[in-house]
């Protein structure tokens, strides 16, 4: 049974940072491409972050390039987005997506 599990996410100030964590289980991880989205309020779910398989290549919006930054552990199976420099006013749900799954999701609010 596949699942992703993020977690991580809560109300941070803005300017702050979090780093969120996604576990997966139930298939190979290492041989995936892992994907970050965000869905904000009442608009479409948007692509965030992308990494390869061996985590050698990395991809990003261009709403978050050079300030967010996804890795990941093959070893643990999980993946990470470290969110820096957050805009206030920002609330999202942040999913993890791979192997033609999605988690649940983790909530980021951004406000003073």
Known sequence: QVQLVESGGGLVQPGGSLRLSCAASGFTFSHYAMRWYRQAP?????????????????NYADSVKGRFTISRD??????????NRL????????????????GQG???DVSS
């Open 106 to 108: 983790t909530q980021v």
């Open 87 to 102: 805009k206030p006013g920002g609330r999202a749900v942040y999913y993890c997506s791979g192997y033609n799954s999605w």
């Open 74 to 83: 093959n070893a643990k199976n999980t993946v990470y987005l470290r969110l």
């Open 42 to 58: 009442g608009k479409e779910r948007e692509l965030v972050a992308v990494i390869t398989s061996d985590g050698g290549s990395t």
